[in-house]
């Protein structure tokens, strides 16, 4: 007898291969996933202008990153002892002005030459509410916990995001013909609209979404938000807050997208990696016995052996944590 509610994957499409290049963009939910990706040596780019929660400024964020415009020192603002921009997260913010451009256009060089290189970009959008600057009627990515008389607050409709979505998309799809994109909803819930709130919040975007994999075939929807709250909907898959999923729902919907969406030789992949990845985590009580420094030899040549094997991988900082340990 089954006890819970399965939800049903979605059947094989495109398969994500580990030499793919990927961009996440959106909720702090994206991040979970984009450091599962990263720490399995995905070519990955996670959140280029920070944590985005509403799907209109992801797609603005997308927009710069493509036109390749840095940011001038009057695309910031200032609070006092602080420089900061409206689209990124605080974690941009300096109380030096070149120090916060220069974090900024750093990113939105490397974002801009991954997302011209990008096999695909996954989407996790948290809010359908967005909040508008005043000052110019801009919708903003961050508030920076500003005055709230400074914005305007409304939510926007699942119409108004599939427009903002389908010219942007087709337009990077004829600059990578294999490009593929893959929308999933938060299942984080937000509390501060109110459950009722929340729920049409999370409607618009589902709709979005589902109205944009309709129309382009290069679109795929994977259901993070639905596994979360029909599947695993007891409140032991949450964190304290009972709002944000717990590392157990997290790893859960983590091995339902690699199902859907790994190739076989993705998997290969990432059980070689695991093994090195235990073995580097490894503490014994005597990191010099002669046993130790023959186990670390044998990390050592693995990881040499699958950056031949596969020589995009990004594998530095492992060999110098290697040779580091094998010199003492």
């Excluded at 186990?295 to 944590?321: A, G, N, W």
């Amino acid at each position: 007898m089954e006890f819970r509610t399965k939800v049903e994957l979605p059947l094989k499409g495109p398969e994500i291969h580990h030499a793919d290049q990927l961009m996440m963009w959106g909720s702090c939910f994206s991040e979970h996933i984009g450091n599962l990706l990263s720490e399995n040596k995905f070519t990955c780019d996670v959140n280029p202008f920070g944590v985005l929660y509403n799907p209109i400024s992801i797609a603005s964020s997308i927009q710069r990153l493509l036109d390749g415009l840095p940011y001038q020192e009057q695309d910031l603002h200032q609070e006092p002892g602080q420089w900061y921009s409206l689209m990124h997260h605080s974690s941009f913010s300096s109380a030096d002005v070149t120090e916060c451009l220069d974090k900024i256009n750093q990113r939105i060089i490397a974002g801009h030459e991954h997302l011209l290189h990008a096999d695909w970009l996954i989407f996790t959008w948290g809010s359908s509410f967005v909040y508008t600057w005043k000052e110019d009627g801009r919708i903003v990515g961050n508030c920076h916990k500003l005055p709230a008389r400074l914005f305007e607050r409304h939510m926007v409709s699942a119409d108004e995001i599939a427009t903002a979505y389908l010219p942007l998309l087709q337009q990077l799809r004829s600059l990578r013909p294999h490009l593929q994109c893959l929308f999933t909803v938060s299942p984080i819930r937000h509390l501060k609209d109110g459950l009722h709130g929340n729920q049409l919040s999370k409607a618009n975007l589902l709709l979005a979404a589902d109205k944009i994999c309709r129309e382009l075939d290069f679109c795929h929807y994977f259901p993070s938000y639905e596994i979360l709250i029909d599947e695993l909907r007891d409140y032991r898959f949450y964190a304290d807050d009972m709002m944000h999923p717990s590392p157990l729902a997290i790893q859960y919907v983590w091995e339902c997208f690699g199902n859907c969406y790994f190739s076989s030789s993705t998997f290969s992949f990432m059980k070689e990696w695991e093994k090195i990845r235990r073995g580097l985590a490894h503490r014994p009580f005597n990191p010099e016995t002669e046993a130790h420094q023959a186990f670390l030899s044998q990390i050592l040549l693995k990881i040499e052996e699958l950056k031949e094997k596969f020589p995009y991988l990004d594998v530095q900082k492992e060999i110098k944590l290697c040779q580091a340990q094998l010199k003492k």
